[in-house]
């Protein structure tokens, strides 16, 4: 019995598909900067966005749109040296959806092999727009204070 045929005693009905144009995809992988600047004397629990470069030829952005065609997830998010001042980390996605939230930053250090890890990678597709935001959650001394994560970024792009 062909597919045909089975679809329809089963059915009733023959269902029309429509074949989709199979497309090249080439995977390129980043590691992302996240700048945050925390201003002297800003009090605890206060949201301040971040910067963020994926290309040093390139200037840092505070709010990023995935191009045309492409998918980017985010697979890992760590530093190298733990903050003078605390804060989490927010992911906002089209400017109005928070989909990640990260445990304190001081506890993503590279170095220690309990640290917190995405489960499952944070995906964003074409137009989504970026923007990652910090809570600090501690009072911030007579100084500036700036807190450097990096992201593990894989981007999905037509070939």
Avoid at 1 to 8: A, G, P, Q, T
Avoid at 26 to 43: C, D, F, R, S, V
Avoid at 52 to 59: A, G, I, K
């Amino acid at each position: 019995m062909s597919l045909k045929n089975f679809i329809f005693k089963t059915t009733g009905q023959v269902r029309a598909h429509a074949t989709v144009p199979v497309q090249s995809v080439k995977k390129i992988e980043h590691t992302g900067i996240i700048t945050i600047t925390l201003p002297a004397n800003l009090p605890a629990n206060q949201t301040v966005v971040a910067s963020f470069t994926l290309d040093p030829r390139y200037p840092s952005v505070s709010r990023l749109t995935i191009p045309k065609g492409e998918t980017w997830q985010i697979e890992d998010i760590y530093i190298t040296s733990a903050p003078s001042v605390d804060c989490i980390v927010r992911i906002v996605k089209n400017e109005r959806e928070v989909i990640h939230i990260t445990p304190p930053v001081s506890t993503l250090d590279v170095s220690n092999p309990a640290r917190p890890r995405l489960g499952v990678p944070i995906t964003f597709s074409e137009y989504d727009t970026v923007t990652i935001e910090a809570i600090n959650l501690a009072n911030v001394g007579s100084s500036d204070v700036t807190i450097t994560l990096y992201v593990k970024v894989v981007k999905y792009v037509p070939s």
